[in-house]
């Protein structure tokens, strides 16, 4: 049973800084990508950031590039999206996705979230 739990969410103030961690855990896995995504309410989930085995990065878009960094450990188990220069139009509910291969079929899976509030 394949498993993606976050942490790491939290309010902080408008320019602050939040690190959110993914951990993906399983049996016999192999996790293909993994992703940040986040859900304002009212709105749509929306794509933040994805990170391949190969370390590609790819940012949804200029709204959050350079202020976001999605990092890999080296085990490739746990994906971090560090965020800075935070801003109240961040303020969402952040969903880690894992697209995991496990006895020869790619699946994706999704955490339950953690919530990040921008606020002064």
């Known amino acids: 049973q394949v498993q993606v739990v976050e942490s790491g969410g939290g309010l902080v103030q408008p320019g602050g800084s939040l690190r959110l961690s993914c951990a993906v855990s399983g049996n016999s896995l192999s996790i293909l990508k993994m992703g940040w995504y986040r859900q304002a309410p009212g709105k749509q989930r929306e794509l933040v950031a994805t990170?391949?085995?190969?370390?590609?990065?790819?940012y949804a878009d200029s709204s959050v590039k350079g202020r976001f960094t999605i990092s890999r450990d080296n085990e490739k188990t746990t994906a971090n999206l560090q965020m800075n220069s935070l801003k109240p139009e961040d303020t969402a509910v952040y969903y880690c996705n894992a697209l995991v291969r496990a006895a020869g079929l790619s699946r994706n899976y999704w955490g339950q979230g953690t919530q990040v509030t921008v606020s002064s």
């Open positions: 990170i391949t085995g190969d370390g590609n990065t790819n």
